[in-house]
């Protein structure tokens, strides 16, 4: 019999948005420790909004969220990050008046992860530890953002949307880097991508929300293979329909 995993994270009919709006509504998932899950739908569906919400920087309206079993939904950001949760947004949000490394020294905790482990993983930072964060390209940003959210070593990470407006070679690199962390680490991680084919291919589960509800939720392997889902909720073709086009370009 396979041995049950314990649940990393537990989001019970969660309702949240901002100010009296209301984007999610009645949201339920979870997450198994040492799991991957790819969060993916259109823009303005609300992958944002529950990544947010998770993190807590929204209005929550009601529904229940619980880390390793607590729940951290009366939190604050700041309780919630001491209590396990690792957040890399959008805008990175990095020191930009301080080095490579000042910026991962200055949020450390103790753990697994420290800035000597962060370097081995991007060498290009340690390459440009002295450099001010305002002195890195955009990839290299995102790369620091990633490092200073392992150094805070969490129980879950959560990336929204990591290689947006990134050049493909450095969307590979840092897709690459991310698939070692949850498949040799065993960092239980939430990715909002917009390469749904390329995290499908590195996460153990999926979740499409349209319109702030799941639409469907299960194995990343299954959606992959899913072409009808995959173009009406993300515009995208599956595994199988990108196969047959791969083979009659080169016939």
């Given at each position: 019999m396979?041995?049950?995993?314990?649940?990393?994270?537990?989001?019970?009919?969660?309702?949240?948005?901002?100010g009296?709006?209301?984007?999610l509504?009645?949201?339920?998932?979870?997450?198994?420790?040492?799991?991957?899950?790819a969060?993916?739908?259109?823009?303005?569906?609300?992958?944002?909004?529950?990544?947010?919400?998770?993190?807590?920087?929204?209005?929550r309206?009601?529904?229940?969220i619980?880390?390793?079993?607590r729940d951290?939904?009366?939190?604050?950001?700041?309780?919630r990050?001491?209590?396990?949760?690792?957040?890399?947004?959008?805008?990175?949000?990095?020191?930009?008046?301080?080095?490579?490394e000042?910026?991962?020294?200055?949020?450390?905790?103790?753990?697994?992860?420290?800035?000597?482990?962060?370097?081995?993983?991007?060498?290009?930072?340690?390459?440009?530890r002295?450099?001010?964060?305002?002195?890195?390209?955009g990839?290299?940003?995102?790369?620091?953002?990633?490092?200073?959210?392992?150094?805070?070593?969490?129980?879950?990470?959560?990336?929204?949307?990591?290689?947006?407006?990134?050049?493909?070679?450095?969307v590979?690199?840092?897709?690459?880097a991310?698939?070692?962390?949850?498949?040799?680490?065993?960092?239980?991680m939430i990715?909002?991508?917009?390469?749904?084919?390329?995290?499908?291919e590195?996460?153990?589960?999926?979740?499409?929300?349209?319109?702030?509800?799941?639409?469907?939720?299960?194995?990343?392997?299954?959606?992959?293979?899913?072409?009808?889902?995959?173009?009406?909720?993300?515009?995208v073709?599956?595994?199988?329909?990108?196969?047959a086009?791969?083979?009659?370009?080169?016939?």
């Amino acid at each position: 019999m396979a041995e049950t995993l314990a649940e990393i994270l537990a989001v019970e009919h969660l309702s949240a948005g901002y100010g009296n709006a209301v984007v999610l509504g009645d949201v339920s998932l979870s997450l198994a420790q040492g799991q991957s899950l790819a969060l993916l739908g259109r823009n303005g569906m609300g992958k944002t909004t529950l990544i947010n919400t998770i993190v807590g920087v929204t209005r929550r309206f009601g529904g229940v969220i619980r880390l390793g079993g607590r729940d951290i939904s009366a939190l604050r950001p700041e309780q919630r990050a001491h209590a396990g949760i690792g957040w890399v947004p959008q805008e990175r949000n990095i020191f930009r008046s301080l080095t490579v490394e000042e910026n991962m020294t200055s949020v450390a905790r103790k753990g697994p992860w420290d800035v000597k482990r962060v370097y081995a993983m991007f060498p290009r930072l340690a390459e440009r530890r002295a450099n001010m964060g305002n002195q890195l390209s955009g990839g290299e940003q995102q790369m620091l953002a990633v490092g200073r959210a392992l150094v805070l070593n969490p129980s879950l990470m959560l990336l929204d949307e990591p290689t947006e407006g990134l050049a493909p070679i450095i969307v590979q690199e840092l897709l690459v880097a991310l698939a070692r962390i949850v498949r040799e680490e065993g960092l239980s991680m939430i990715i909002v991508e917009q390469h749904a084919q390329k995290v499908l291919e590195m996460t153990d589960q999926a979740v499409i929300l349209a319109n702030g509800a799941v639409v469907f939720a299960g194995a990343s392997e299954v959606l992959r293979g899913d072409a009808a889902l995959l173009e009406r909720h993300l515009g995208v073709a599956g595994a199988s329909d990108q196969a047959a086009a791969g083979q009659a370009a080169a016939g």
